[in-house]
């Protein structure tokens, strides 16, 4: 897989927010994470429960100690992420994800609400001359061919992945 041009596909902050890849994706850690892009790439094998999925997110994304382990705390976490990482783009790429979630298939629509709510909140520059200003960041999600989109009631746009 070519990371740098699917960074290219993904980096300007417009929906579609959420993809489906169109192949399977390898699990590693940081892929790229230099200049104004960090793409991260999860393995969603063991985030079968919403506990393990908190659990492992907040490791992998480096979420501060005062995060809840619950869908409001990983809502705020996640708005905050550019705090961590202050890329232009932010790339989240599920592997695996046939188990995401998979003993907790009722949270995978929340999962989706939140991901679409905070592509969508980063998305919009913040000036308001405070320290929590901020650029416009390109933040997506990509959930290789394993996720079950009918579970949340849609399907997702496929990337090609090169």
Known sequence: MNFE???ERLSRPEP?????????VEPQRIL?????MAIFCLDSATMTTVDDFFEIIARELLFPDYFGRNWPAFDECLADIYEWYPMQTIVLVF??????LSRDTAD?????????????ELADE???GQPWDRPSVAFHVVFDLGIETTAVGR??????IP
């Open 16 to 24: 579609p927010w959420l993809y489906r890849a169109d192949d399977a």
């Open 5 to 7: 041009i699917l960074a």
């Open 155 to 160: 399907s997702l746009p496929l990337l090609p």
């Open 108 to 120: 995978l629509p929340t999962l989706f609400r939140i991901l679409t709510k905070v592509s969508q």
């Open 95 to 100: 592997a695996g994800s046939e188990a995401l």
């Open 126 to 128: 913040v000036i308001e």
């Open 32 to 36: 790229v994470s230099e200049g104004d």
